[in-house]
């Protein structure tokens, strides 16, 4: 019964909806990744009528550990299943890069973008570079529990750790 009523919701929405639809697919192994849900979730894309689908899968740590991306013939074969029915498909699986702004606050910025986007550590020193400051940060903010540095598919991450988890 919930499902359905997100789906109706969906539909709602792109009823009233004027501006550019796009959609965004997370692929998770052992969830969607059969054939069928790929054909289920193209047949809802479909009748929506995006002006453009992407199909996505987990390139930084989730939220869950068990959240893993499936395998690359899975991937390809959502594609052309998708390709089928839609008019515009791009993947969003690869690395989204280092171009991150800052207002000046070393501290702020690494606290405001990690509490929503887990940062690589390439990214991390690009950031600290472009801002002159040093990692001198990223140990105070891991002394101070307010972020955690951990491990994804061979990449070191900064994730802002939640409030509820730490004291002080």
């Known amino acids: 019964m919930k499902h359905e009523l997100i789906i109706n919701g969906i539909k709602d929405f792109v009823n009233m909806y004027d501006g550019e639809l796009i959609t965004e697919t997370m692929l998770i192994k052992e969830v969607n990744d059969k054939f069928e849900e790929a054909e289920k979730i193209a ?20 939220a869950e550990n068990w959240v893993k991306p ?21 993947y ?3 690395y989204e890069g280092n171009a991150f702004s800052s207002t000046g606050n070393i501290i702020d910025d690494l606290l405001n973008i990690t509490s929503v986007h887990p940062m690589r550590e390439e990214a991390v020193k ?26 994804y598919r061979g990449n070191k991450f900064y994730v802002r750790k939640l409030v509820s988890s730490y004291r002080g």
């Open 43 to 62: 047949n809802f894309i479909a009748d929506i009528n995006p002006n453009k689908a992407y199909i996505a899968i987990p390139t930084r740590p989730p």
């Open 70 to 90: 499936p395998e690359e013939s899975v991937i390809n074969q959502t594609y052309q299943v998708f390709k089928e029915k839609l008019k515009q498909v791009e």
């Open 92 to 94: 969003l699986i690869g």
């Open 126 to 151: 690009e950031l600290l570079r472009k801002t002159g400051s040093n990692w001198y940060s990223i140990e105070k903010l891991i002394e101070d529990h307010k972020i955690i540095e951990t491990e």
